[in-house]
């Protein structure tokens, strides 16, 4: 976890997936949380990247 | 007939084009095999069968007719059923798209057809493709052929095309590859499959997993095959802006059987050193075989290896979703529960965390072009384990017990990120009679090379030509594999423990 995040619970992800637009039950939130936890770990390797200087390896052609 | 469909794409070529067998003949004797054992194997959600004869009869017409022929007149392919058809269904092995009748066909279905190709059905997958196991609970499973008495996963995404042309019900098929669904069943199936270079090969009508990451190509049972299908895939398309400008090569012609002086980087960390004991030797063996046609081998490393799988999961997590969100407002009970979870997950990753990826990517690209100065080709395993039982979510490689779907995908998505064509091919049987695969990994657009190493090393071993235990006469049946393989020994299947996220399809 990130320094200042919040701990993830079942009522905060309720209130992300309300603001996404989806109306989750409470049930199907407790079962998100474990695999939301591992998410964020995982993405949280990226953070030791050095990427400042670098652009995101995705094209937009214009022709 | 039962000896028409263990020919090669090329051989069925040949034969029908010098009149000594009709493309009749042929469809019939797949039609015939896939009667015989698809109830059991599940390769296909459809078989075309009334389209495919009526093309045959076409095809047979032309042929007597004289008329110059195009390269694959009168051989019969099979689909991954995400490719649209404008004469049969497209699922994308759905319940929300049963029945869904596209009004054209995909940009390489077009061109198969007009190479010749008869189309033979549309072939079983991971739902949407989201997931490197093969799963499927709404058409069934596949099985995987080279366990006929256990039911083993296939690999995925593209289970059907791996199991289909593994088990003689098609001599050739189309996958797709978002972070290994071609090399993952190729290799568990023990067959060649090819994920070309993104932006080699069009995408236009093949449903997405995730965009930047989709590349869709061949899987036959030979290097040659898969260099005889991409031919008329490959080239720019007008209708998918990613495809480049790029000059086709003329892949079959690339195939010189001469690898002498070829410079071959064997990615020892991260890869080679993650597989299983048996695995890993099987790599080295073919390292070995490699060197005795001329090549010149030395270690590579990917520095950034350890980060593919985060970056890969932002990506895939946030295009997936992307495309997926209004079904899974609307229809979230027509996933299957693992397709659900993991569309699920992919609103909880920003977006800046998704450019992070995407960021992430641009390293992990300029790190495999900066090894490929140095090498013509790089070799890693396919998988670091082999096909495990459907329901088994995790596995004991040496002595680390991890998940079978982050352990899947673990050697490939980094080509998927990187871009890069990568061929796999069969380099060995576990004792239990289970194929492992290897990769072959080119540079940017030379899908030429990589085919031409592989063809090499497949005319100097006989493990792509070997038959899986399914169909075959009793009597010359080889024995029944052991329920696990020696090498990467089973742990009990625990279904109920969510896995380390891993999306890729």
Redesign the interface.
């Known amino acids: 976890m990130l320094p200042g995040m919040a701990e993830l619970n079942p009522g905060l ?1 309720r209130r ?2 309300a603001l ?3 109306d ?1 039950t409470e049930e ?1 939130l407790r ?2 949380v ?3 936890e ?3 770990a ?6 030791s ?3 400042r200087d ?6 937009f ?1 214009m022709a | 007939m039962d000896d028409l469909v263990w020919k090669s794409l090329a051989e069925l070529a040949r034969l029908v084009a010098s009149k000594q067998v009709s493309p009749v003949e042929v469809v019939t004797a797949h039609l015939e095999r896939i009667d015989a054992l698809d109830p059991k194997l599940r390769a296909f959600i459809t078989v075309m069968r009334e389209s495919a004869l009526e093309a045959a009869r076409a095809a047979e017409a032309r042929v007597l007719s004289g008329e110059p022929l195009p390269p694959l007149h009168g051989v019969p392919i099979a689909l991954k059923d995400l490719y649209n058809t404008k004469d049969a269904p497209t699922t994308a092995g759905s319940k929300i798209l049963a029945g869904s009748k596209p009004a054209e066909d995909a940009t390489v279905v077009s061109r198969l057809r007009a190479a010749g190709g008869i189309i033979l059905g549309k072939l079983n997958m991971h739902e949407f493709a989201y997931g490197p196991e093969g799963l499927n609970a709404h058409y069934g499973t596949a099985w995987n052929p080279w366990d006929a008495r256990s039911h083993r996963i296939a690999g995925g995404s593209s289970s059907g095309s791996g199991v289909a042309v593994a088990a003689g019900l098609c001599p050739g098929a189309l996958g797709s590859d978002t972070g290994g669904s071609i090399r993952i069943p190729a290799s568990l199936c023990g067959i060649s499959g090819l994920k070309p270079t993104y932006g080699r090969v069009s995408r236009a009508g093949v449903l997405p997993l995730a965009w930047s990451l989709d590349h869709v190509g061949p899987m036959a049972r030979s290097a040659a095959d898969c260099a005889l299908l991409l031919q008329p895939m490959a080239g720019h398309d007008a209708k998918d802006p990613t495809t480049a400008t790029v000059p086709v090569a003329d892949y079959a012609g690339a195939l010189s059987g001469e690898i002498n002086g070829v410079r071959v980087g064997l990615l020892r960390p991260f890869f080679l050193e993650a597989a299983g004991l048996v695995l890993r030797q099987a790599i080295e063996q073919a390292v070995r075989d490699l060197v005795k046609l001329g090549a010149r081998v030395d270690e590579a490393s990917l520095s950034h290896a350890e980060h593919a799988h985060a970056a890969s999961f932002a990506v895939i997590a946030s295009e997936a979703l992307a495309y997926h969100e209004v079904w899974l407002k609307r229809r979230p009970g027509d996933y299957q529960a693992d397709v659900r979870e993991r569309l699920k997950g992919g609103a909880f990753v920003s977006g800046a965390q998704y450019l992070r990826g995407q960021r992430a990517r641009r390293l992990i690209r300029d790190e495999v072009d900066r090894t490929l100065e140095r090498f013509d080709v790089l070799i890693a395993p396919t998988t670091p384990i082999v096909a495990t039982s459907v329901g088994q979510a995790e596995v004991t490689i040496e002595h680390e017990t991890v998940d079978v779907r982050s352990a899947l995908t673990r050697f490939t998505r980094h080509f998927n990120l990187s871009g890069h064509p990568v061929c796999s091919v069969p380099c060995g049987f576990t004792t239990a009679g289970l194929p492992i695969g290897m990769q072959i990994v080119g540079r940017a657009f030379d899908e030429a090379t990589v085919l031409r190493v592989a063809d090499a090393y497949q005319r100097a071993t006989d493990w792509h030509t070997r038959r899986p235990p399914v169909g075959a006469p009793p009597a010359a049946a080889p024995a029944p594999p052991a329920p696990a393989a020696p090498a990467v020994p089973a742990a009990p299947a625990t279904p109920a423990t969510p896995a380390t996220p891993t999306n890729a399809g």
């Open positions: 992800m992300i997936a996404a637009g989806y989750w199907e079962a998100l474990p695999v939301v591992r998410s964020l995982l993405l949280e390797r990226l953070e990247l050095p990427l670098v652009e995101p390896g995705i094209l052609p």
